[in-house]
């Protein structure tokens, strides 16, 4: 797969992730359209919106609103919306701004939609199952019969209609929108200390890992040397016995290497069966985010961890956006920003569609684990590209990044304030249609009666 079909997402998804276009040498024009389009797919207002409309969904569930569910996903195409883990949900040419949703919403009709539920009727007499008399050894079936025979007590269908008002979602999702903005005031900062604990995290383990290979080492070579004076002490022995106490000591010296060699067998299978893969840094993240809690007064919407393991993912990758952008505007460093580039389009899936926990954390320690690269270029000159230096690039820029989503968000409830008043005009707009039918409808009664003779 090249890297333009790399960014090829799903259609319910943004178009791209990353546009290759911007590689190339193109109009201006072009080019600020690859990067609107860029911006947009990892615009923290839509995320935002994206998630207020989840957490919605999740809370009519609880309450087994189902039909408002399913009416939220029909009209927005997306099945099973609450279980969805990821960003990017909603397509950015449908709905390219973090408001367009909502003013979909406003500008639909109410809809009457008519739920049928099946009730069985009431049956008098003795239950179908009747334990007494199964207790007896008896079974009533007679009076079987004769229920199943009965036409009156077939199950019964009652239907209601149920009023579907796009405009009062809209209301509600908003109120949702702002208790979720209200946390990541609070999330936000926690990514930045869990942030500023990676690359110190990750130089420990280093260094721990260090320590414990020079110690293999040194134990490796002090069990060489014991072998050493071992044998030359069999050799001493061996010189000074008769020929009946050599074969003995020869036999007794096999069985216990052999012995040795088993054990030394079983300890490498027992290692294989246990092998973990190293840690390259501790995920404290989740961790500084529970300890959070106990400090805050209210609780917490229903997915607050999800979206905080979301909020670094959408995070990175908005740095990683920023450091590419960065790179590729200094001669000397489109090396790094090459390398960059590939690294980051082969592991798009990382970004796109549902993902599991913890795949900022992914992404980071494969770029760590990566080692440095010498390229050439030109006839002589070398140039060294190093991944961890661009993992410390990237996690600098997600820090900046986080404080300037904090400020963002602490503003959601004044970016209300016109949608709501769109909201209000809509209501009074709806009282006086209302109105005007109720008075047109009184008029045509009163033209019946012959009033107005």
């Not at 007494?132 to 019969?145: A, F, Q, R, V, W």
């Not at 995290?201 to 280093?206: A, F, G, I, R």
């Not at 002090?222 to 050799?235: F, G, T």
């Not at 961890?305 to 909020?311: I, K, M, T």
Request: with cysteine.
């Amino acid at each position: 797969m090249g890297v333009a079909d790399a960014f090829v997402l799903n259609p319910r998804f943004s178009t791209r992730i990353f546009d290759k276009s911007l590689l190339a040498k193109q109009d201006d024009s072009d080019h600020e359209d690859c990067l609107s389009r860029n911006k947009a797919r990892t615009d923290l207002r839509n995320f935002l919106t994206q998630r207020s409309i989840q957490s919605f969904a999740f809370l009519l569930r609880q309450v087994r609103d189902e039909q408002t569910v399913q009416w939220i996903e029909s009209t927005l195409e997306f099945e099973k919306i609450d279980s969805f883990h990821g960003t990017g949900a909603f397509n950015a040419t449908n709905f390219p701004s973090w408001d367009s949703v909502f003013m979909d919403f406003v500008t639909l009709p109410k809809e009457v939609v008519v739920v049928e539920i099946k009730r069985p009727q009431r049956r008098r007499g003795l239950a179908s199952t009747n334990n007494y008399l199964e207790s007896l050894g008896k079974k009533d079936t007679k009076k079987e019969d004769e229920v199943s025979k009965n036409p009156y007590l077939e199950e019964t269908a009652i239907e209601y209609e149920f009023e579907i008002n796009p405009a009062s979602l809209v209301a509600r999702i908003i109120s949702v929108r702002e208790q979720i903005s209200k946390e990541w005031v609070k999330d936000l900062e926690t990514l930045v200390r869990s942030n500023d604990h990676i690359l110190e995290s990750y130089l420990d383990q280093q260094r721990e890992a260090r320590l414990s290979q020079e110690e293999e080492v040194e134990e490796e070579e002090e069990e060489e040397e014991d072998k050493e004076e071992e044998e030359e002490d069999k050799e001493e022995v061996e010189e000074e016995e008769d020929d009946g106490v050599e074969e003995a000591s020869i036999e007794e010296a096999s069985v216990e290497e052999a012995s040795v060699e088993k054990a030394s067998v079983e300890k490498a299978s027992v290692e294989d069966t246990k092998y973990e893969p190293p840690i390259v840094y501790d995920r404290s993240a989740m961790t500084l985010l529970t300890n959070s809690f106990g400090s805050q007064d209210r609780g917490s919407t229903p997915f607050r961890r999800a979206n905080f393991d979301l909020l670094l993912l959408l995070s990175t990758q908005e740095s990683i956006h920023r450091v590419l952008r960065e790179y590729s505007e200094e001669e000397e460093r489109m090396g790094s920003y090459e390398w960059l580039r590939d690294f980051y389009s082969d592991r798009v899936e990382h970004f796109d569609g549902h993902q599991s926990y913890g795949r900022a954390d992914d992404f980071l320690e494969e770029l760590l684990l990566s080692p440095p690269v010498f390229q050439k270029t030109g006839k002589d000159g070398i140039r060294l590209i190093d991944p961890m230096g661009m993992a410390e690039d990237i996690i600098r820029e997600r820090s900046e990044v986080a404080w300037e989503w904090q400020k963002l968000v602490s503003k959601i409830p004044e970016e209300h304030t016109d949608l709501r008043r769109l909201l209000l005009d809509r209501r009074m707009l709806d009282s006086a249609k209302a109105a005007l039918e109720e008075s047109v409808k009184v008029i045509d009664e009163l033209e019946e009666i012959g009033a107005f003779e």
